[in-house]
């Protein structure tokens, strides 16, 4: 926790780390006063060049964020986890996507603070010190990443909580807050914002499980919490961001372009509350960004060789996990798997955790040299392609159109598909044994538009003459898709490149059968 007092000797601290010598552009330095703290001098500011938005003004306080361990760690998290292995232009990370985040942030920001002065909105107008306060968050909103990104809080940790009930529930946001903490108690910020501005960065970030603390008493600014994590129609900075580093990255084309969403956005009231919104005109530019997100899934993030790569790095993952140590080399040191819950331990995790299991010692016991040759073997698999294989694939159609309840419950079904205790019959009829089944990993995989089933304009606010106005349905062209989720089950072979898989346990898989759903079989290996 940020401490509310801070001694003399500290304070001399925290103006010495914010003044210290840095990689940065150069920039004057000088000490600023109230009556000019929002107004820069054109040299006072820090000016990168970003491949996507080009040239890139800094304020002081996020350049002072930026030249933390805390931030500097991001350089070493991709930001695609194993996309690089099938499109290797996408090595980007972390580090460059969380400043473009911050820069958009701050034009939305100054697009609506626009509109808002020429509404003569006066109750919502936005000050220099929340425009701040959101490039602050765009820049942190990614700072509680692990290695690989996704990889490790959607595939890792939950495989290694199921085997550890005392880990923690976990989200990578949670760790973006803590990292937060940890920046704010190191640097000098107070010359331009509070500790209440930092909690409301926190809050731009992740929603309090109890609702949001800023602006409670002024329910007309949580328009706010649209710009950075949107979860009312994920439209955000965050996601205009990636959509177009991504693309530019993985050399795929895409037609959104966020400058003339961000130039058109305004804050309309709908019903009683205030929200971002776009003219209606603008749907189809809409449609097409979340077009763009299902297209990422479809040819990069899901690719069937990029999920491969990341299964055998979990499984490496996991192999070495109880023998890892962070900080690395120290004696009091957590494992990987609970190194979520210690920062000073969590700030060494990042993707080099690859090349800290290859200089693994193997120690005397039985189950740690297991453990980490198979890890190493892994690994080393990985850099000679001997991949993972997807042997087979079925498209799911759900019967009766189950609700989303239902459907987690189906869903968490075919992913425990391959637990040997299901088929235990079917297993000594056959001449099974489990070690046949441990070679195979099932994989669920879902396309969406970001909306799940539904309709991705279903929840954008849209205005007409600076009014609130419904998008009806059938004012949306005929030629959209009529549905929106698409649903696969994957099964990957664990076996080497001079080996085949099981025929009996492909025909189980191209087989299955289940009363709540239909299965068409959209890849086959024939043995």
Known sequence: MLKTIVT????KQMAHHSTRRHTWPSRAVGTQTSSTQWKQKENSLVIINDPIWGPIELHPLCVRVIDTPEFQRLRSIKQLGGCSYVYPGACHNRFEHSIGTSYLAGCLGRALQKKINEQGLGKLEISEKEILCLELGG????LGHGPFSHLFDLMFYPRVKMKNDDLPRWTHEDNSLKMIDRIFESIKFDDFITLEDIEFIKELIQKPF???KTYKNQPEKQFFFEIIANDLNSIDVDK??????DCHMLGLHHNFQCERTIKLAKVVEHDGKWHVSYPKSEWFNLFDMYYTRFTLHRRAYQHQVVKAVEIMITDALLKADKWLTFP?????GVCLSESVIDMNAYLFVTDEVLHQIRMLPSKSTEENKKDIEDAIEILDRINRRDLYRLVGESKITWKDQPNQEKKKDCKQSLQEWMKSEKFNEWMKQ?????VDLKLYHTELVMFSYGNKDRCPLENVKFYQKDKSVELRPDEISAMLPNEFEQVYIRLYWKGKKDEKPNKTILDKFHNMKEDWADFVSTKRTEV
């Open 210 to 212: 109890d609702g949001y």
């Open 240 to 245: 205009w961001d990636y959509f177009s580093r």
């Open 430 to 434: 056959n001449e099974i044994e489990e």
């Open 139 to 142: 820049l942190c909103h990614d």
């Open 8 to 11: 003399q000797k500290r304070r």
């Open 328 to 332: 690395p080399g120290a004696k009091n």
